[in-house]
């Protein structure tokens, strides 16, 4: 069984940094694609950054220029560095793999990572 596993979520003060990492486990494939998604209080779910394996790289607009997506040297593994954070940035964030064949029409989620920016 496939399971996506986030750390690095906290507490900081706005300004200030944190690294996200997600670890795939029970993976017999490597993913092409992986991203990370956040969700705030009253919020939909919105993706924040992807990357796939060849190393293509994609932003929301709000975190252009601040958080940089990358890929493991480890099978399976993405960071979200996270930089000059705000206290709009405040989420739960989740890290997001879809199926290699499949694509989206299976995808995988991890359970989820909570970051807090205070002001």
């Known amino acids: 069984q496939v399971q996506l596993v986030e750390s690095g979520g906290g507490l900081v003060q706005a300004g200030g940094s944190l690294r996200l990492s997600c670890a795939a486990s029970?993976?017999?494939?490597?993913?092409?694609?992986m991203g990370w998604y956040r969700q705030a209080p009253g919020k939909q779910r919105e993706l924040v950054a992807s990357?796939?394996?060849?190393?293509?790289?994609n932003y929301a607009d709000s975190v252009k220029g601040r958080f940089t997506i990358s890929r493991g040297n480890a099978k399976n593994t993405v960071y979200l560095q996270m930089n000059s954070l705000k206290p709009d940035d405040t989420a739960v964030y989740y890290c997001?793999?879809?199926?290699?064949?499949?694509?989206?029409?299976?995808?995988?989620w991890g359970k989820g990572t909570l970051v807090t920016v205070s002001s």
């Open positions: 029970g993976s017999i494939f490597s993913f092409n694609a």
């Open positions: 997001n793999a879809p199926h290699p064949l499949l694509g989206y029409a299976l995808e995988y």
């Open positions: 990357i796939t394996s060849g190393g293509s790289t």
